[in-house]
């Protein structure tokens, strides 16, 4: 596939894709994300006194607390962030959480809860008001390097391990331990290289390195080979997962998996690399837009492929590079909008596109000295995001609101230094914050999601006030507005969603279905960008 010439004009989920000036509003806007030093946050060991690297960051996804921010990093501690605060004020609380790196993380859809994935074999679902393990899953083999919750359900999530499994689990399952939970279904060699006689590429490697090393050391070759990267759901009972080295994104479909079988289960559907690589390569990275139509998947060939997941055409939509990604611990998200494609990258740049324009040079963020790893949109506020670094620290990006009403500026973004200042982590808070506020964060979000009539508009926010919710699209309004900005009563962006209702039983709806249920009814809940704004 010829990169370069592969995209014309096309359609992208009901969007035309067409040629945009460098000199859009959009870059213009994208060209205000700042990181100032007091959002610039080291990670350290507290007991060794040295820096180490942050693996996986994301926002809670708990009503009113969608400002707290989760940093997991390579000694298994995680550190809760209150992003609505800097410095030293954001920090809310730290635990060590796992023996081992701690590889990712996802929220509960509607409560405080963590779910952790670490490297070593299990996960853990926690209780961040309280830093209390609720419950620990254990049956893998490996490094566990992916977990994801389904859409709208906190009891049910898939997790995908080095050992080459896919596991789905229940939070609600009764074992004979009180805290240990087994699952309750298992996709065996999810992804395992085949050669061109069809045997498994794993048999052919992994020899022992040496007569005194453990049998565990011998299959750190073959696990590499068969490891399952990434795991996330598609509607209620889709799974999609992809690996290191075979290439391909596969989706399951659990209703048609007969955990009892002996066999080895065959995906559903499937998309086979079509890169122009000779050897097939893995992702390190799986993000669906808002609708779940679109799958975003970064490729350690340097590309990010958009494949339509209503009819499965094998080959992608668009793609998106610029970036480098030659390790699987580059990853991507998108803006609450679906409006911009946020990607880590080896080159210490994090890359942002504009999803209506593939073909456009990407924005860059600088300042990092390392490799950009984890990144993550706030979920309510295009103007905020976050990027991890191998350089051991994570930053918080932002849009200064007073700037943007300003006429904007057309120079590049800068970091301020701050080698002199001590680490985060080594700071004392200061003591003229309210700590019980401090302390009492977490707690106040258990108390409001169980007294949803509660009339605080913030959670451990002090005397500052969060800021109101916008979306860049919010900027171009004011920018074309004249006159002396209006004062407007701010509003909560909280908004409970329906209940997901399962299905009739005895009746099952089948994938094509439900993909085109899913679509039109997120089309006529959620407005585009461009419904706001036609002529750009």
Known sequence: MNIPGFLGRRQLSGLEVTSRRRGSPWRSLLEQFLCYAEDEHFVENNELGVDIPPFVCEFSRAPHSHHILAVADEDGFIKLIDTNKTASSAFIKEWPAHSNAVFDVAWSENEPKLLTASGDQTSVLWDTVQCRVISRFTGHQSSIKSVNFRRQDASVFVSGSRDGNIMLWDTRSKTRSAVSVSPCLVIANAHVPTSSTGAPKSALVGRRRGCGMKRRSSLIQGDYHKSVTCTLFQRHNIIVSAGASDGF????????????????????????????????????????????????????????????????????????????????????????????????????????????????????????????????????????????????????????????????????????????????????????????????????????????????????????????????????????????????????????????????????????????????????????????????
């Not at 800068?414 to 019980?436: A, C, G, H, M």
Request: charged residues 25%.
């Open 249 to 536: 994104i596969k989706l399951w479909d659990i209703r048609k998996i007969n955990p009892t079988s002996k066999k080895e289960p065959v995906c559903w559907e499937s998309f086979p690399y079509t890169g122009t690589s000779q050897r097939q390569h893995g992702y390190s990275s799986l993000v669906f837009d808002s609708t779940q139509s679109r799958l975003f998947a970064s490729c350690t060939d340097d590309v990010v492929y958009v494949y339509n997941c209503t009819n499965f055409n094998k080959e992608p939509m668009c793609f998106f590079q610029g970036h480098m990604n030659s390790t699987f611990y580059v990853r991507s998200a998108l803006s609450p909008d679906d409006r911009f494609l946020l990607s880590g990258s080896s080159d210490s740049k994090a890359y942002i596109w504009d999803i209506n324009a593939p073909h456009a040079p990407p924005f860059t963020l600088t300042g990092h000295t390392k490799e950009v790893t984890s990144v993550t949109w706030f979920r309510d506020d295009s103007t905020q995001l976050v990027t991890c670094s191998a350089d051991n620290t994570f930053r918080i990006w932002r849009i200064d609101r007073n700037l943007v009403t300003s006429p904007v500026s057309t120079k590049s973004p800068v970091t301020t230094s701050i080698t002199s200042r001590p680490s985060l982590y080594k700071q004392k808070i200061d003591e003229s914050i309210d700590n019980e506020d401090k302390e009492n964060v977490l707690s106040g979000i258990s108390e409001r999601y169980q007294s949803p009539e509660s009339g605080h508009e913030s959670v451990g926010c002090g005397n500052r006030k969060p800021l109101k919710a916008l979306t860049i699209s919010h900027f171009l309004q004011r920018r074309h507005k004249t006159g002396k900005s209006r004062h407007r009563k701010q509003r909560s962006s909280y908004s409970p969603s329906s209940p997901v209702r399962d299905e009739d039983e005895g009746h099952v709806t089948s994938p094509e279905a439900e993909a085109r249920s899913s679509q039109d009814s997120k089309s006529q809940m959620k407005k585009t960008i461009l419904d706001y704004f036609p002529h750009i």
